[in-house]
């Protein structure tokens, strides 16, 4: 049994996609580092919790079939039921709040700041209102603790690493960079074009490339229009081929990272290694990929040209409306971004070279 305030077991809810999980992290590790002796569960969609696989602060992962309704729903709402001392609600949606209601009947929580959420409100300990305070979502999660601890530092913790497939292992050839071509939507997309101008001066300097992507049709096509820049394995597309711990593996030994506002960029940045984020429309101090661990303060100003937090570097184009915060020029998901599309391959060449140079020196 707790008592008042020392939870033994702690249910933290994440419904979202697997970017925002993986930065979910700093809220469970500081969970953890507050009560050592708890078992910490986390509750999210199915297909989005490979990023806490093998996290050593997460006793059990428990997924919700995306878009169930709620007769799919009753037996995990059974399972449920007052089986947590504490719930700590990542996400603000209805569905997460009806879910940490019944989970436990302390509960911490994300907030819309509008009327209609009242009810959320109403059955909350402590309530966190979205973009009130430190923006950065990472910081947002983190301040669900504010009751019982305020942590000084924010860890996103990656996945453990995994083998690499043995034919992979044996075409690495250190130092190489990896480059995460592909992205979920378009107006995130940097031109396919200028990261094959970025693999041509690396294939041209005797600097391996190796190209990471899903195996979803768009993104090996995207990848096999970059892999023609050399032959294997000077260029090696690895493009569905890796789980996410093995990923962990192949980032954690990279010279450096290339890649834009995508789940593998957040990842990277948390392996501790080099990262050249390209970053278009979306404002960094709510998304800019957190730099393993480091003061939970927001590392980012809304725009730059360049700006750097520990190991990651991100660029963004010049034009005066950076950063919109929606979705590209045309406001929807496959909308160009004229901010990426201007953005000059040689911008990030220049970074590969200051960082090929001095790898423990980005800058």
């Not at 590209?328 to 060449?349: F, Y």
């Amino acid at each position: 049994m707790a008592t008042k305030d020392e939870f033994q077991r702690i249910l933290v809810i994440c419904t979202r996609l697997i970017g925002d999980v993986l930065l979910t992290t700093p809220l469970i590790h500081a969970a953890k580092q507050r009560w050592p002796q708890s078992r910490i569960d986390v509750l999210g969609f199915q297909g989005t919790l490979g990023m806490l696989e093998g996290n050593p602060d997460v006793h059990e992962l428990v997924e919700v079939k995306g878009g169930s309704g709620w007769l799919d729903s009753l037996g995990l709402m059974r399972r449920l039921w007052r089986r947590y001392d504490l719930v700590l609600i990542a996400q603000h949606t209805d569905r997460a709040h009806l879910y940490g209601f019944l989970a436990a009947s302390r509960r911490s929580g994300l907030l819309p700041n509008e009327r209609r959420a009242w009810w959320k409100r109403a059955l909350l300990e402590h309530a966190v209102l979205l973009g009130d305070g430190e923006p950065h979502v990472a910081l947002e999660k983190l301040r669900l603790l504010e009751p019982w601890t305020r942590p000084q530092v924010a860890t996103v913790v990656p996945p453990p690493g995994a083998p690499l497939p043995a034919d992979i292992a044996g075409a690495l050839r250190p130092p190489y960079v990896v480059m995460q071509v592909p992205v979920r939507v378009r107006y995130k997309q940097w031109p396919i074009a200028h990261y094959r101008s970025v693999a041509d001066a690396m294939v041209t300097q005797g600097v391996q490339v190796v190209l990471t992507g899903s195996a979803a049709a768009s993104d090996l096509a995207a990848t096999a229009a970059v892999a023609s820049a050399g032959p294997a394995p000077q260029v090696l597309d690895v493009a569905g081929r890796l789980e996410l711990k093995q990923l962990s593996t192949l980032l954690g030994g990279a010279a450096a990272y290339v890649g834009p506002d995508t789940s593998i960029t957040h990842l990277a940045a948390a392996c501790g290694i080099p990262v050249i984020a390209l970053y278009g429309p979306i404002d960094p101090r709510l998304w800019g990929p957190w730099p393993g661990s480091a003061a939970a303060t927001t590392p980012y100003e809304p725009r730059g040209p360049r700006q750097q937090a520990g190991q990651v570097i991100l660029l963004q184009g010049d034009q005066p409306c950076v950063p919109c915060n929606g979705a590209g020029c045309e406001r929807h998901d496959a909308s160009r971004s004229d901010c990426l599309e201007t953005m000059a391959p040689q911008r990030v060449i220049d970074e590969l070279h200051r960082v090929l140079r001095s790898p423990n020196e980005p800058g």
